[in-house]
């Protein structure tokens, strides 16, 4: 059987045992013998030993989970069952996972080392991918190291802005900024709001040393493409009469970048999805940031997860083991949502970038084939940095009535060296897990925790280009698994395209009010009251 015709997990024999399982261990309606955290611990001196899994980068502590040996046990059986090891053979090595599109996910050949005698050992496409790495580190380089411009202004949204934000935020005290190495100045803006587009150009920019990325894989975004606009309307306002040098595009379609007249095209695959391009050429302000061995070593570290996704066996693959953990969250304890607090200050843009890369991937209802999915898919991702978090909804994760999943991500070596902060931050992320685990009995209601919640935690050695690069590729691997067992199409995004069309009519709407009565009373009226104003 191919990983096309996989059963999907609800047609398994494992899925029914999973549900006996998680019925009479994990249900209320199991009474005093539900599972619990706090005696499982104190029957089981080798469950944290048993229940922890180190990865490339990555040490990750399982063990404060509700989950025993019997249901992972179920857990790796319908994993086997649904063909996940064939189905991540067959992504791995670019088949067309991407049915609805017709295309393979092109991601992990991104990350591919180049071979000893530098060139690749590889099929066309690989060869190819590299190709345009290279191009782009040669130009990053020379951004970075030259004097033509003091400010890059990288245009981009979803994916081609979450990524790079997010990686040049998280290794900031190993970029420009922060090394007092030369180089021009990063700015980032995504939303069609003119705010942040203005609020940039009021930066102090020199016109005439700017250079703005237009990044868009489709080179078709409203947003994007509306702050293209505005960008090159400003240089011409502030006297840059030839715009071209100043505007680079990277895309999967350079023939739409230069017809809007931009100087330079960088280019990657159209394999490559939008909320996994932060390896292709949408890396390159990080790669100006960083330079080009900091951006390499970034892909090192994702490619060592891959191999750790390919080669480990399913009981000790981390991306495995936390993808199955959040079917089994999902469909079998019915948590509906999860929560990501990094205890880092530099993820503090990881849980939107999880959003979209978990939220778009799998949030759906119809299966690969077309199907109606039988089970609830994509849970909510939601999440801040620690201890911000703390002072804010953490009270409802102690003491509300949903069953919350937490992931903390704590990192062993600060990159500052300011005294006591770095281990009270570690303190508070540990006392949480703790908290959450252990609850407090107290004769006041109010003063009660139930406890037996449940958390995960990642354990960083540093946040360095390699450790982020493995971060991020987990959780890509992760999101792979459990989108293959719910039988989804994890690399499509149709639901976003519906709102982009209607909002082609509204604004035609805006110009013309004959045109309100195509529209619902509701969005009519609303629109005229703005119109007021
Ligand atoms: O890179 P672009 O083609 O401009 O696309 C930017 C983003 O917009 C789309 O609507 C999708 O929701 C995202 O997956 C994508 O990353």
């Known amino acids: 059987m191919s990983w096309r015709d996989r059963p999907r997990c609800d047609e398994t024999p494992a899925w029914a045992l999973l549900q006996a399982h998680a019925q009479h261990h994990f249900s209320a309606a199991a009474g005093g013998d539900a599972f619990d955290l706090r005696r499982v611990f104190a029957d089981d001196a080798r469950r944290f030993d048993d229940f922890s899994a180190p990865a490339p980068h990555i040490f990750a502590d399982l063990s404060k989970n509700l989950l025993d040996r019997d249901a992972r046990a179920l857990l790796v059986q319908l994993a086997r069952e649904c063909r996940l090891p064939e189905h991540c053979a067959a992504m791995l090595a670019g088949a067309p996972v991407n049915g609805t599109e017709g295309r393979a996910a092109l991601h992990p050949l991104l990350r591919l080392p180049d071979s ?18 290279q191009e782009m580190l040669i130009f990053s380089e020379r951004i970075r190291n030259g004097d033509a411009f003091k400010d890059v202004v990288h245009i981009g949204i979803g994916g081609s802005d979450l990524g790079p934000r997010l990686a040049v935020q998280a290794l900031a005290p190993h970029t420009l900024e922060c090394t007092g190495a030369r180089g021009p100045r990063l700015h980032f803006v995504a939303n069609m709001d003119g705010h942040e587009l203005d609020g940039v150009l009021a930066r102090g920019l020199d016109a005439a040393r700017t250079l703005f990325v237009i990044a868009s894989k489709s080179f078709g975004t409203a947003e994007t493409l509306l702050n293209a606009r505005s960008a090159t309307a400003w240089l011409r306002a502030q006297g840059v009469r030839d715009v071209a ?289």
């Open 245 to 533: 040098p100043h505007l680079v595009a990277v895309t999967a379609r350079p023939d739409v970048a230069r017809a809007f007249g931009v100087g330079r095209c960088l280019q990657f695959a159209d394999g490559v999805g939008g909320r996994y391009s932060l390896w292709s050429a949408i890396g390159l302000p990080l790669a100006i940031a960083l330079g080009a061995d900091g951006f390499r070593a970034l892909l090192a570290g994702a490619h060592a997860m891959d191999r750790h996704f390919a080669d480990a066996p399913l009981e000790s693959n981390l991306p495995v083991q936390l993808g199955l953990l959040d079917v089994w969250y999902r469909n079998f304890l019915n948590a509906s949502s999860r929560c990501v607090a990094p205890y880092h200050h530099g993820l503090r843009r990881l849980p939107a970038y999880l959003q979209q890369l978990e939220m778009e991937s799998n949030g759906k209802s119809v299966d690969a084939r077309g199907r109606p999915l039988a089970v609830a898919s994509a849970p909510v991702i939601w999440g801040e940095p620690g201890t911000n978090a703390q002072h804010a909804f953490f009270q409802m994760l102690h003491q509300g009535s949903d069953l919350v999943p937490v992931e903390f991500i704590v990192v062993s070596q600060p990159a500052h060296a300011l005294a006591g902060h770095h281990q009270a931050l570690i303190a508070n992320a540990l006392a949480q897990s703790r908290a959450l685990m252990l609850g407090q009995v107290h004769v006041q209601p109010h003063l009660r925790f139930a406890g037996n919640r449940p958390s995960t935690t990642l354990l960083l050695d540093e946040l360095s280009p390699a450790s982020l690069g493995a971060l991020l590729a987990l959780y890509e691997h992760r999101t792979f698994v459990a989108g293959s067992l719910w039988g989804l199409n994890s690399f499509d995004q149709w639901g976003v395209e519906l709102g982009k069309r209607l909002a082609t009519g509204i604004e035609a709407a805006w110009q013309h009010p004959t045109a309100d009565a195509s529209l619902d009373p509701s969005s009519a009226g609303l629109l005229a009251r703005l119109r007021r104003h």
């Open 116 to 133: 000893g005698d530098g060139k690749r050992d590889a099929s066309q496409i690989a060869r190819s991918t590299s190709a345009d790495r």
